[in-house]
């Protein structure tokens, strides 16, 4: 949402550059879940490619940043959308294929729980530190600590990188 804010206050786009931004992240992440489907046989760690997509978009919300324009930040939000869905498409289907058939309801309801509720909360966070500090401060400061986490899952937690 910070990419909305930056948009309208300090890339003053057109409302024709608002909907190429608001179709690039899905379209990306289409394309992304495409590729998933076409490949998902070639991919024999599917752990390191979720990490993979974690360790790439910190430095996409990095970059974005320090974009001067809308025009320039579009094929970023594209590669956003695409990271994406490697990193949702893959781990949902992971938690599918490895989650005991009598849990799985549980599991995803607790998963479904959390992702309601925790992006409201993360706006209401990043929107008044976007008053505060400017939209573009605040994705940086995202972006490092994505990263920051992706490191730390990379190297920690072996049992994600080792999934086939």
């Not at 974005?64 to 320039?72: D, V």
Request: glycine letters at 8%; aromatic letters at 10%; one cysteine or more.
């Amino acid at each position: 949402m910070l990419v909305q804010v930056m948009l309208v206050k300090e890339w003053n786009a057109t409302s024709f550059q608002f909907g190429l931004f608001e179709a690039c992240i899905p379209i990306g992440y289409i394309v992304g879940a495409a590729m998933i489907m076409k490949w998902d046989q070639r991919f024999t760690k599917r752990g390191l490619v979720i990490l993979g997509g974690m360790l790439l978009l910190g430095p996409v919300f990095i970059s974005l940043s320090f974009i001067p324009s809308a025009w320039l930040g579009m094929p970023l939000i594209l590669v956003h959308g695409f990271l994406f869905s490697y990193c949702t498409v893959l781990a949902t289907t992971l938690l599918r294929m490895r989650i005991d058939e009598h849990i799985q309801g549980r599991v995803f309801a607790m998963i479904s729980s959390i992702t309601t509720v925790a992006p409201p909360i993360g706006i209401a966070v990043c929107s008044y530190l976007a008053d505060v500090y400017s939209a573009s401060n605040v994705l940086l400061v995202n972006g490092l600590l994505l990263l920051t986490a992706a490191i730390l899952f990379t190297v920690f937690m072996k049992s994600i990188r080792d999934v086939a």
